[in-house]
């Protein structure tokens, strides 16, 4: 979620609002101390989205900011997606929802789960959801944060068991990860299928690090043996230190595990090969404009990162960490393009399926913009989902699309829009995903449940 400090003024007509960003390299220079180049493209009042983005599904949700992140399984037999709901502002319930996309023109809400009482409990509830795979059974884990001043302070997860979906009496709760040290849970989680074989939860927790769970672990029974390792944020103790969201992915080319964060001081990638003692690779700290790091992704062969920081009228980084890495330095100071929607507003989360970075812009929508020329991203794409105003009771641009996934096996595209619900969507061109046709490892934040990163194992190994 972005930051509640003052930001300027809204714009009065939403129709200034939509026009589009050109390029304004004077005005952004100074944002990303670079020379670099910032494209975007909006909707104007009369073209919703582009021509080559269409409308495969809808399902309105409920009311006003009660919508946060979502998660698609990847297998065409399991067509589920995992909606987090929360309460902002009010009028929410705190859990999720699960939604059968069976027929992706007709999505439908199979399964609700919600926390118990929840009017006493404070907090936005639900935040960030992940899917996984642990056996032959199929688990989901959902991100809660709850305040100190009501109950369940401790619930970092709530963790179910979702394999005999569609059927909706076959989904139980396995368990709750629980954190007495760090009250306030989770606000951002990422599961990974370690190069070990183990399926590690990696979580935000209220301190300068971030957890790491054996989920394998926790599903078995040993909840007070699931917590592994912690990956530390590099600040020397300045501040809060913490994480705010994280993605981990393996590296080919030293066959290790890394952990890319956003946080204090901007981003860190860890190698967690050995989980119990990771070790820093290179930061991405001291760039102008960044005093936290908030989303990170890297591109499939982890030269290029995809970097967000959560304020009104920043832009996307694109930092090529290959220079540094060759030259044995441990800082990148300096971007080598951005991108924004509309330098008015806010983009948020984003999934990279290179050369394509598939965006949910809040109250622009839908964006995806082409890095195959990574110091010039281009727009190719767009569809707004939010037609609404600027908030006036919460932070402006806090609204509209909220979390994006993909479906590498046929290209489906879903979103979560905080106020108008689930979206599902087709983009010209793009029927799947698989690294190796673009010339890449076929790395994503898809994981290989059955085999991990390295692929299946021969005897012998």
Not at 45 to 56: T, W
Not at 131 to 141: E, I, L, M, N, T
Not at 388 to 397: A, I, Q, R, S, T
Not at 398 to 409: A, I, L, S
Request: proline share 7%.
């Amino acid at each position: 979620m972005p930051s509640t400090e003052p930001r300027p003024t809204p714009c009065s007509s939403r129709s200034t609002a939509r026009i589009a960003l050109i390029v304004l390299v004077s005005g952004l220079t100074g944002l990303t101390g670079i020379p670099g180049q910032v494209h975007g493209q909006g909707a104007s009042p009369l073209q919703r989205g582009s021509e080559n983005i269409d409308v495969v599904g809808h399902l309105p949700m409920g009311a006003r900011l009660t919508v946060t992140d979502m998660d698609i399984e990847q297998e065409l037999d399991r067509p589920f997606a995992y909606v987090s709901r929360a309460n902002v502002v009010g009028g929410g319930e705190r859990g999720l929802d699960i939604v059968d996309l069976s027929d992706p023109s007709a999505p439908e809400v199979v399964y609700r789960w919600r926390i118990e009482n929840d009017d006493l409990h404070q907090g936005p509830g639900a935040m960030d959801v992940k899917h996984f795979k642990w056996g032959d059974r199929y688990y989901v884990a959902q991100s809660l944060q709850f305040a100190p001043s009501g109950p369940d302070s401790d619930v970092g997860a709530v963790i179910l068991d979702v394999t005999g979906l569609p059927d909706a009496s076959a989904v139980r709760e396995v368990g709750r990860i629980r954190d007495a040290d760090h009250l306030g849970g989770f606000h951002n989680i990422f599961i990974y299928k370690h190069s070990d074989e183990r399926v590690l939860l990696f979580t935000t927790v209220s301190g300068p690090y971030a957890h790491v769970y054996d989920l394998g672990r926790f599903v078995e029974g040993d909840t007070e043996g699931a917590l592994i390792g912690r990956v530390p944020v590099p600040t020397d103790g300045q501040g809060f230190g913490g994480y705010h969201d994280m993605y981990v992915g393996y590296h080919p080319d030293t066959d290790t595990d890394r952990f890319y964060g956003g946080g204090t001081g901007g981003y860190y990638v860890y190698d967690v090969t050995n989980i119990d003692d990771p070790s820093l690779v290179v930061s991405m700290s001291g760039v102008s404009g960044v005093r936290f790091g908030h989303t990170v992704t890297p591109s499939p062969d982890g030269r290029y990162v995809v970097a967000e920081t959560e304020y009104r009228h920043a832009p996307l980084r694109i930092f090529d960490l290959q220079p540094a890495l060759e030259a044995d330095q441990a800082i990148v100071r300096q971007p080598i393009s951005a991108w924004t929607a509309n330098w008015q507003h806010l983009v948020h989360n984003h999934e990279v399926r290179w050369p394509y970075v598939f965006v949910s812009g809040y109250v622009d929508g839908l964006q995806v913009f082409n890095l195959q020329d990574p110091a010039n991203p281009i727009t190719v794409g767009f569809y707004d989902t939010y037609l609404g105003p600027l908030n006036d009771d919460f932070n402006p641009v806090f609204n509209g699309t909220f979390g994006v996934d993909v479906r590498n096996e046929d290209g489906l595209i879903v979103v979560s829009d905080s106020s108008s619900g689930l979206w599902v969507f087709r983009m010209e061109g793009f029927q799947g995903w698989n690294g190796e046709q673009w010339g890449y490892p076929d790395i994503s934040s898809v994981q290989k449940w059955d085999h991990g990163p390295r692929g299946p194992r021969l005897i012998g190994d």
